[in-house]
């Protein structure tokens, strides 16, 4: 296992530094062997990446170094569980930075070498994350989901798209939290706790839902689409043990959507924590944009610092 995490700036407010400090050491739970980050200002045609090996907490003073002010966009944090490729390598380090794809990634892969066989595509590095970079910028996120096996969350930059959006998904196998400040920038990890712990200030969160792809713009949209057919439940499983291994058991399918608009609630994990299901919100379509702020955060709903929520159509032009 590795962790991810990262932070979207959406309103030019300056960096939580302490906040993000806590959030790259606190992600050691889930690896050490190796850490790194890719960061872009407001404006900028490229991310940069930074990586080594060992714990992220030898290099806490990047954050200082680069992300302070007002002028950053976003910051993608990694810590590295080794499981393929050496970490004395570099390239092997996460952020993995290929065919303008800059990526991290918590999980493994089944099938590396048969997806670089395929894309006939001859791979850089030993780590088998390097094959998401050649499934994105051959394919797309579409393909990925149905061909790559393993267990996948990734956050990524595509340049081709545009170097100012981050774009998460999770297939399930891993966790993946994404939240709301209450100053309208978006923090996400690989668990709730992570970010509850670096001290910032939550509006709202959610499990990401497997199978879907969610676009972090400028403008502060939280953007999400189905990528694949295929459809299972959030992955919840904070401390990959047992007792955390399955808290939605006994939801329906129809519970899916219900994961994003917050209408499901989870409590701080512990050795009893499960989950509870609340009342759901009321019906999307029969309700006003700003009676749901709070919750809506799906294929439908949209947020803009200068529209606040709004619904998406498609003659909008949205993702």
Same mark, same amino acid.
């Given at each position: 296992? #590795?962790?991810?995490?990262?932070?979207?700036?959406?309103?030019?407010?300056n960096t939580?530094?302490?906040?993000?400090?806590?959030?790259?050491? %606190?992600? @050691?739970?889930? %690896?050490?062997?190796? &850490?790194?980050?890719?960061?872009?200002?407001?404006?900028?045609?490229?991310?940069?990446?930074?990586?080594?090996?060992?714990?992220?907490?030898?290099?806490?003073?990047?954050?200082?170094?680069?992300?302070?002010?007002?002028?950053?966009?976003?910051?993608?944090?990694?810590?590295?569980?080794?499981?393929? %490729?050496?970490?004395?390598?570099?390239?092997?380090?996460?952020?993995?930075?290929?065919?303008?794809?800059?990526?991290? *990634?918590?999980?493994?892969?089944?099938?590396?070498?048969?997806?670089?066989?395929?894309?006939?595509?001859?791979?850089?590095?030993?780590?088998?994350?390097?094959?998401?970079?050649?499934?994105?910028?051959? +394919?797309?996120?579409?393909?990925?989901?149905?061909?790559?096996?393993?267990?996948?969350?990734?956050?990524?930059?595509?340049?081709?798209?545009?170097?100012?959006?981050?774009?998460?998904?999770?297939?399930?196998?891993?966790?993946?939290?994404?939240?709301?400040?209450? #100053?309208?920038?978006?923090?996400?990890?690989?668990?709730?706790? *992570?970010?509850?712990?670096?001290?910032?200030?939550? +509006?709202? !969160?959610?499990?990401?839902?497997?199978?879907?792809?969610?676009?972090?713009?400028?403008? %502060?949209?939280?953007?999400?689409?189905?990528?694949?057919?295929?459809?299972?439940?959030?992955?919840?499983?904070?401390? &990959?043990?047992?007792?955390?291994?399955?808290?939605?058991?006994?939801?329906?399918?129809?519970?899916?959507?219900?994961? @994003?608009?917050? !209408?499901?609630?989870?409590? &701080?994990?512990?050795?009893?924590?499960?989950?509870?299901?609340?009342?759901?919100?009321?019906?999307?379509?029969?309700? *006003?944009?700003?009676?749901?702020?709070?919750?809506?955060?799906?294929?439908?709903?949209?947020?803009?610092?200068?529209?606040g929520w709004f619904m998406?159509?498609?003659?909008?032009?949205?993702?």
């Open positions: 296992m #590795c962790g991810i995490g990262g932070f979207y700036n959406t309103n030019s407010t939580p530094l302490k906040c993000l400090e806590d959030l790259w050491t %606190g992600l @050691e739970d889930r %690896g050490t062997h190796a &850490h790194g980050l890719a960061f872009n200002w407001v404006g900028a045609d490229k991310p940069v990446s930074i990586k080594q090996a060992g714990p992220a907490s030898d290099s806490l003073h990047l954050v200082n170094k680069f992300l302070g002010g007002n002028q950053l966009r976003y910051v993608l944090l990694h810590t590295r569980y080794t499981t393929q %490729g050496s970490v004395e390598n570099n390239g092997n380090n996460h952020p993995i930075v290929r065919d303008g794809i800059t990526l991290t *990634h918590n999980g493994v892969l089944r099938n590396d070498k048969h997806v670089f066989s395929t894309l006939k595509v001859s791979p850089m590095y030993q780590v088998d994350s390097e094959a998401l970079n050649v499934a994105l910028a051959v +394919k797309n996120i579409n393909w990925l989901a149905d061909n790559v096996k393993g267990s996948i969350s990734l956050a990524w930059i595509d340049e081709k798209d545009s170097s100012q959006n981050v774009h998460l998904f999770t297939n399930g196998g891993n966790p993946l939290t994404i939240a709301r400040t209450k #100053c309208g920038n978006i923090v996400w990890a690989s668990c709730l706790h *992570h970010i509850e712990a670096s001290g910032f200030e939550i +509006k709202n !969160s959610f499990s990401a839902v497997p199978f879907k792809e969610y676009i972090l713009r400028p403008d %502060g949209a939280i953007k999400s689409k189905w990528v694949s057919k295929q459809r299972k439940l959030a992955n919840v499983n904070t401390y &990959h043990s047992s007792q955390y291994s399955n808290w939605y058991k006994n939801l329906s399918w129809d519970d899916i959507d219900d994961f @994003e608009n917050n !209408s499901i609630k989870v409590s &701080h994990p512990s050795s009893k924590a499960r989950a509870k299901k609340s009342t759901p919100i009321p019906n999307k379509s029969k309700v *006003h944009a700003s009676s749901v702020s709070e919750q809506a955060i799906n294929d439908d709903w949209a947020y803009s610092d200068s529209r998406i159509s498609e003659e909008e032009g949205e993702y």
